[in-house]
């Protein structure tokens, strides 16, 4: 499976932004499916998933009641919609993913950076 991030991109705070993550190679339906990010100085967080089977979604307290992740099937990619952006929201995210029930993640796509001013 590669995977290919976009839809990164300067905001106002206040703001949103969707990121997308295509994906080829493979049928996803065993796979679980993330977006992480890092920003300068801290270590890289997961801030979302979602199991491409079933659907099921997780996010992190940072991302709840903000963020959602979502899947097309039929384009084989996965959503991130950020809404209400704040500027500790800046960083570079990336999407990944891992076959069901693998320890970690071992797939990635490359980063895209999300700049949220004040």
């Known amino acids: 499976v590669q995977l290919q991030a976009s839809g990164g991109g300067l905001v106002q705070a206040g703001g949103s932004l969707r990121l997308y993550c295509a994906a080829s190679?493979?049928?996803?339906?065993?796979?679980?499916m993330a977006w992480f990010r890092q920003a300068p100085g801290k270590e890289r967080e997961l801030v979302a998933t979602?199991?491409?089977?079933?659907?099921?979604?997780y996010y992190a307290d940072s991302a709840k009641g903000r963020f959602a992740i979502a899947r097309d099937n039929a384009k084989q990619s996965v959503y991130l919609q950020m809404n209400s952006l704040k500027p500790e929201d800046t960083a570079v995210y990336s999407c990944?993913?891992?076959?069901?029930?693998?320890?970690?993640?071992?797939?990635w796509g490359q980063g895209t950076q999300v700049t949220v001013s004040s």
């Open positions: 979602i199991r491409w089977d079933e659907g099921n979604t």
């Open positions: 990944a993913a891992k076959v069901l029930g693998a320890a970690s993640y071992d797939l």
């Open positions: 190679g493979r049928t996803l339906s065993r796979y679980v």
